[in-house]
């Protein structure tokens, strides 16, 4: 069983900053993939960004440029820099990770995100 613990979510005004971060502990496994989801309210959970083992990353076209994904593979650890936040961006943010043998995906509990003026 994998546990994901997020840190970093709050509140902040439009164009600031705010750094998402997501441990993975908890067994013996092997993360392929981490990152991150986002859900507003009354809309659908979309992918954020991504990032493999081999460190690929993926954004979202409405956070290229202002989003960074990175990943600590000793810690089994992502973050996410955000910045240029946008009242668009407020959402709960949830972190995910995909092991292999067995492949499984766990989610985080997830984080508020919200951008205001």
């Known amino acids: 069983q994998v546990r994901l613990v997020e840190s970093g979510g709050g509140s902040v005004q439009p164009g600031g900053s705010l750094r998402l971060s997501c441990a993975a502990s908890?067994?013996?496994?092997?993360?392929?993939?981490m990152g991150w989801y986002r859900q507003a309210p009354g809309k659908e959970r979309e992918l954020v960004a991504s990032?493999?083992?081999?460190?690929?990353?993926k954004y979202a076209d409405s956070v290229k440029g202002r989003f960074t994904i990175s990943g600590d593979n000793v810690k089994n650890t992502v973050y996410v820099e955000m910045n240029g936040l946008k009242p668009e961006d407020t959402a709960v943010y949830y972190c995910?990770?995909?092991?292999?043998?067995?492949?499984?995906?766990?989610w985080g509990q997830g984080t508020q995100v919200t951008v205001s003026s």
């Open positions: 995910y990770c995909n092991t292999e043998s067995p492949s499984f995906r766990y």
């Open positions: 908890g067994g013996i496994f092997t993360l392929t993939t």
């Open positions: 990032i493999t083992r081999g460190e690929y990353t």
